[in-house]
C-alpha cells in the first residue's frame, strides 16, 4: 500500500495538493498542526501535516463491474439474440469506463459536506468524529436541505453540542483533586477554584475552603499556592506521604471545600502516577478528581494523557489555556469518544477572573466558522 504526507499553510491548501497528486484514490488517516519555515528557529508559521494512503477500492470496483457487464452480454448472447445487441451492449461498456475514468465520481459529495468536512478538519476534530457528522447529514438531511447551507450548519452545531458533555457538581462538602501534566496550570487552577467558592466571586454563597498542596519538589510551588492563601485568607498545607493527608482530610471533616493541588507527571512516567495515585486514596470517598488538561495540546498527545492518568478515575475535564488556541475540537473529539464532561474552563493567568464553568454554548463559540441560530448551541 502507497502512503503520502502532505504539508501546506492551510488545511484546504494540503487537501487541494492531495486531490491534484493522487485524485479520489486519496484517503486521510491523520492531521495536525505544525510549525514551518522560518530561519534559525525564528519567523516560523503555522501549518498542516495530513497523511494517508492510496486506495485500490476504486480500481478494484471498476474490475468488478467490468466482469460484471461480461456476464450480461454472455447471457444476452446465450439467450439466441442479434449480433447488433451484442455491439450495442459493448458500446454501454466502453462509455461506462469513459465516465468512470475520465468525470467526476457519480457518488460525489455535495457541496455542503465538503465545506463542512473541511471545517472540522481546521478545528482539529478527530477523523472519527468528522465521518460520523458527515454520514449523519448524507443520512438525515434531504437534498433540499443540503442545498440550504444555514440548516446545514444548525444541524451540524446541534449533533456536535449533543456530543458534549457537562459536569453537574455535587453536593457540598467534598474534595477536589487536580491532576494533570506538567504546565498545564494546576496550582494557578486551585487558586482560582478557591476564590470562586471562598470569596464569593460569581455570585456563589461563601463556602469554607482549605487548600492542600502535595508539590513540594516544584521549584516555587509551594511558595506560590502559599501567597494565594495569604491573599485570600485562605489556609494552605502541604503534605509529603499518605498518612500526612489522611490526617489533614480527617482535621478538615467539617469544612466546606478541600482543594488538592498535585505533582505535574508525564504521562509517560508510570511509577510515579501510580505512587501519586496511592497517595491520594487518603483523601477518602468524598474526593472528586479533575484531570487539567491544555486547550493547546497536540491532538496526538490528547487521548495519551487521558488514557494514561485514566487510573485516577477523573470526574471530568478542567481545560486550561483557552486564551492561547482557538482549536479545540480535538479535545471535543477526544472527551467525547471517553464519555467524559467538561467542568471548567480558564483562559488567562488573573486570579479570579479567568475561569469559568464549562457550557455546551461558550465551547461552541469555539469552533471557527461554524454559524449557527442560537437554539443549534443553547444548553
Known sequence: MEYFTEQATSHSEALNRIRQKYGERAKIL???????G?????????????????????QRRKQFDLEEEKKKILNTVKSDVSMSQVLKALDGINQKLDTKLTGDPPDADHESIIKIRNLLSENEFAFSFIQDILDRLKRELALDDLENYHIVQDSVARW???????????????TMILVGPTGVGKTTTIAKLAAIYGLNTEGKNSKSVRMITIDNYRIGAKKQIETYGEI?????DCVETYQDLQKKITLYDGVDLVLIDTIGKSPRDYVKLAEMREMLDAAGNRAE????????TKASDVKEILRQFEPFKYNAVIMTKLDETMRIGNIISALSEKGKPFAFITDGQNVPQDIEEATVSRLMKQIEGLKASTLSLAR
Open 232 to 236: 485570600m485568607n485562605i489556609p494552605v
Open 289 to 296: 478528581v479533575f484531570l487539567a488538561m491544555s486547550a493547546t
Open 30 to 36: 491523520n492531521h495536525r498542526t505544525i510549525r514551518m
Open 38 to 58: 522560518g530561519f534559525l528557529g525564528m519567523f516560523r508559521r503555522e501549518g498542516i501535516e495530513i497523511s494517508g494512503y492510496i486506495s485500490n477500492e476504486l
Open 160 to 174: 456536535i453540542s449533543e456530543k458534549i458533555s457537562i459536569y453537574t457538581p455535587q453536593e457540598f462538602p467534598k
